[in-house]
């Protein structure tokens, strides 16, 4: 079956500095969504990624899906202590959506 | 607050006992999904329904089973209980137009603890 890979499974960052997380996936998707959950917290939806190719941006946070519609990328510019958290990309191929493992961000001011 | 309501919020039973999570989705939202989330893990994908029919399955144990309402909210059965089944259960609803699926929208969960 479809298989979502996300790295790094953890990072601590100081505040300040970029953060990056990797999602694969095994095979092609028909979009993918990024979610935050906070520490204690439900999932929350940030966004969704259609084209192949796309690039979005929300104030510091950019994401961008892979040409072959089969990777994706959430960026954090200058990090802050509420970006804390853990990050899931979901990859829909059909009806079916399948999250990552997530990547537990971790910001020390 | 997402709109998606979860009861109860916190479950302690025993191991071997059957308990009964639901879930009411957004208004209008006709297509509900559950995951289980265990300690620091990610999500797993159990089932989702849409408008009272099942539409796809995960890694659901045959001690679990669910089900849609008329009403649309969904209820998660979990039966023959065991240590390991310990854990967050997300409920989500999302709305389908056209078929195509719209983001998920999560509950704030059920944490269940198995003794």
């Known amino acids: 079956g479809q298989q979502v890979m996300q790295i790094p499974q953890y990072q601590h960052v100081q505040e300040g500095e970029d953060f990056t997380t990797y999602c694969n996936s095994s095979t092609t998707l028909s979009n993918i969504q990024w979610y935050k959950q906070r520490p204690g917290g439900h999932p929350v939806f940030l966004i969704q990624l259609v084209k192949s190719g796309e690039v979005k941006k929300q104030k510091r946070l950019t994401f961008q899906f892979g040409e072959a519609k089969k990777n994706s990328s959430l960026h954090i510019t200058a990090t802050q202590t509420t970006d804390v958290g853990t990050y899931f990309c979901?990859?829909?191929?059909?009806?079916?959506?399948?999250f990552g493992g997530g990547t537990r961000l971790m910001v020390k001011p | 607050d997402s709109g998606v309501t979860q009861t109860p919020k916190h479950l302690i039973t025993a191991t071997g006992q059957r308990v009964t999570l639901r879930c009411s989705p957004r208004s209008g939202d006709l297509s509900v999904y559950w995951y289980q989330q265990s300690l620091d893990q990610g999500l797993q994908f159990l089932i989702q329904?849409?408008?009272?029919?099942?539409?796809a399955k995960g890694n659901i144990l045959e001690r679990f089973s669910a089900q849609q309402f008329p009403d649309l909210h969904s209820e998660l059965n979990l039966s023959s209980l065991e240590l390991g089944d310990s854990a967050l259960y997300f409920c989500?609803?999302?709305?389908?137009?056209?078929?195509?699926?719209?983001?998920?929208?999560f509950g704030p969960g059920t944490r269940l603890t198995v003794l």
């Open positions: 979901a990859g829909r191929a059909g009806n079916m959506l399948t």
């Open positions: 329904y849409y408008n009272g029919e099942e539409r």
């Open positions: 989500a609803s999302s709305a389908v137009t056209s078929g195509s699926y719209h983001e998920q929208f």
